[in-house]
């Protein structure tokens, strides 16, 4: 990358002092040597003459050398500071992206490797227990956790001192010892952490743009770690509520109480089987433990009329599509009641227009109410609600996942026990 910017200056450069001083400099030669020079009669002058057109050529020369070195210069330092913005908004991206404290350091380990070299690169945290010394979250490099190994109390210094004070800090190679830099990562009211790079001894020493780009770095990083504590107290918060909500259903309906724990669990066996990702399996998870949340809506009186209690779906779907973390899980609930083959409700939808999630929960919560005593009827067995989810397979049920059903169930993950506490 630095080469291209040099040769391109050369080129360009060689050919406008080519034209613009050699061509009329050999111009001028020709014409003092043809005709100034045999009009002076004074030997001294003519070769004073010569001298001064010598001079002005060399004093040319020099000045395309000197701003050609300098120009190059400047972009080695503009390639290197495009280098560096490029892996700062690289690794803006993925921290914004971040879920959890893991991903955010490693992404913050590889963009400071990237911004330094081959150096060894370490996010620190700050411990619940001050008294503690940092915890390596985060490290990149050639054998980074064996260099802090042989390293171990010199690098936790420079560690603490940033943890303590706040400030960078940047300290050369001497005495044995390989440079270092070592930035703050922000917190609320102290650093929450230290991004730290540390060299062999006798390597290079840092300089104040690396610990400029690493100190943007680490910014980045503090306010990634900051999101990643909002998004974890609202997905705590959120799971609070939803059991809160499933506990009052439970008691609300009166029968046939865990059902939705029930669902939830074996639908969450039955989509790993079927490789479903994580954040699939999340939405699974709160579309089984939800799914039933509409028939709040319903006063008792009424909650056996099947006609009026099919609107339950769509009811939970608006409740729960109202609330920004759950919006992704109001289709589920909407369709865990359609059928395979369009019979179903509340909209009559067929076979891949169903979320792959709904036909998970259909055959779950099926399953669960064959296999549990109701106020209206009496528990069957697990081997003969089986049968019944493979004789209504291709109509009621997705065959892809009755047949995943069926295999759990043979391997002992699926029953009619309880849920775990």
Request: charged share 20%; proline share 4%; aromatic share 6%.
């Amino acid at each position: 990358m630095p080469d291209r910017p040099r040769l391109g200056f050369g080129r360009a450069s060689f050919v406008s002092y080519f034209l613009g001083a050699v061509v009329p400099l050999a111009a001028l030669g020709v014409v003092v040597e043809r005709f100034v020079l045999p009009t002076l009669d004074d030997r001294l002058a003519a070769l004073g003459l010569l001298g001064a057109f010598a001079s002005i050529v060399v004093l040319s020369l020099a000045s395309f050398l000197v701003l050609g070195r300098s120009t190059n210069h400047s972009l080695r330092r503009m390639d290197q500071d495009n280098r560096r913005l490029a892996a700062l908004f690289e690794a803006s991206g993925a921290l914004a992206e971040a879920q959890d404290l893991h991903a955010a350091a490693g992404t913050a380990t590889r963009g400071a490797h990237s911004l330094v070299g081959g150096a060894h690169v370490y996010v620190m945290m700050r411990g619940e227990d001050a008294t503690k010394p940092p915890q390596v979250a985060g490290s990149a490099g050639d054998d980074p956790l064996g260099f802090l190994r042989d390293h171990e109390d010199d690098l936790l210094e420079l560690a603490g001192l940033v943890l303590s004070e706040g400030r960078p800090l940047l300290r050369g190679g001497a005495d044995g010892t390989g440079p270092a830099v070592a930035v703050a990562v922000p917190g609320e009211a102290v650093p929450a952490g230290v991004v730290l790079v540390a060299g062999a001894p006798g390597s290079r020493d840092f300089d104040v743009e690396q610990m400029d780009a690493l100190t943007t770095l680490a910014r980045l990083a503090g306010v990634a770690l900051h999101n990643v504590d909002l998004r974890d107290a609202q997905r705590n918060f959120f799971a609070h509520v939803t059991d809160l909500l499933v506990a009052a259903l439970d008691s609300y309906l009166g029968y046939n109480t865990g059902h939705s724990q029930r669902v939830a669990m074996y639908a969450n066996r039955l989509g790993r089987a079927l490789h479903l990702d994580e954040p699939r399996l999340q939405r699974l998870h709160f579309g089984a433990l939800l799914h039933d949340i509409g028939m709040l809506k319903f006063d008792r009186s009424v909650r056996k009329n099947s006609i009026s209690c099919r609107k339950h779906a769509s009811i939970g779907a608006r409740m729960v599509g109202r609330i920004r973390l759950w919006q992704e899980v109001a289709p589920i609930v909407q369709c865990h009641h359609e059928w395979y083959d369009g019979n179903g409700y509340p909209d009559g939808l067929a076979g891949e227009a169903i979320p792959l999630e709904a036909r998970i929960i259909a055959v779950c919560d099926a399953f669960d109410a064959m296999t549990s005593d109701s106020s209206y009827k009496a528990a069957i067995s697990s081997e003969a609600a089986l049968r019944e989810l493979e004789r209504s397979s291709g109509t009621q049920f997705d065959p892809r996942v009755v047949e995943a059903m069926l295999e759990l169930a043979a391997r002992g993950g699926i029953g009619a026990e309880a849920p775990a506490a």
